[in-house]
């Protein structure tokens, strides 16, 4: 079965320092890895995925993610962050691409951020 | 509407008792997803539908969960005989079908708590 792990459950970065995320997966086939993004009493937003291809991906907000398949990794990284980017963060593993199995996540239990001014 | 939507945002119940959390995906989405959060198991996947019917339900916890999806539209997550453990935030969200690359869009969620 495909799981994900976050390894840092609380991380603190001063405002304009450097953010690095860490995910782990575990999943038997190719990965489909999401990163999202939930501020408080907000549902999830997506902040970028890999399907295939370049292993660095873009996404918003000046987010960036890297894909490991040695490491089984999919690290977040954003060079400088806002105070806005206060939130808790998750990675996630899609299944399989058959139709019929739809698209359920599963998700790593989540490192919330703190931005000290 | 814009996005999802769902109803309510926050309901406390009595143990014992039945409730009912609606989702209103965004049009023309057809595929939707049930996830609970909550602190001790945190995000789970709980049942897709795609259409009106619902392949995948193998994450419902217990036969006290059903949910229902109805024109393709709105679907309803039905809690029976409430328990304390079920005390969580109810996610709901939609996404054009149900390939692995169509992006799934999330409701606010309801926060569920029982008493």
């Known amino acids: 079965a495909q799981s994900v792990t976050q390894p840092d459950i609380h991380i603190t970065v001063s405002e304009g320092a450097s953010l690095e995320l860490r995910c782990n997966y575990s999943?038997?086939?190719?990965?489909?890895l999401f990163w999202y993004v939930q501020s408080p009493g907000q549902g999830l937003q997506l902040l970028l995925k890999?399907?295939?291809?370049?292993?660095l991906v873009q996404g918003i907000k000046g987010f960036e993610a890297e894909f490991k398949r040695s490491q089984s990794s999919f690290n977040l990284r954003k060079p400088s962050v806002h105070w806005s980017d206060a939130a808790e963060y998750f990675c996630?593993?899609?299944?399989?691409?058959?139709?019929?199995?739809?698209?359920?996540?599963?998700f790593g239990g989540g490192t919330r951020v703190l931005v000290k001014p | 509407g814009a996005g999802v939507s769902q109803s309510p945002s926050n309901k406390v119940t009595e143990k014992g008792k039945d409730v009912e959390l609606r989702c209103d995906p965004i049009?023309?989405?057809?595929?939707l997803y049930w996830y609970r959060q909550s602190l001790g198991q945190g995000l789970e996947f709980l049942i897709y539908?795609?259409?009106?019917?619902?392949?995948?339900k193998s994450g419902l916890p217990s036969d006290r969960f059903s949910a229902e999806r109805t024109g393709g539209s709105v679907s309803t997550l039905t809690i029976q005989r409430t328990q304390q453990e079920d005390s969580a935030v109810y996610l709901c969200?939609?996404?054009?079908?149900?390939?692995?690359?169509?992006?799934?869009?999330f409701g606010p969620g309801t926060r569920l708590t029982v008493l």
């Open positions: 049009s023309g989405h057809t595929a």
């Open positions: 539908f795609q259409g009106n019917s619902a392949p995948d």
């Open positions: 999943y038997g086939a190719t990965p489909y």
């Open positions: 890999y399907f295939s291809g370049d292993t």
């Open positions: 969200a939609s996404s054009l079908a149900g390939a692995v690359y169509n992006e799934q869009f």
């Open positions: 996630a593993v899609g299944a399989t691409p058959l139709k019929a199995a739809g698209n359920k996540l599963t």
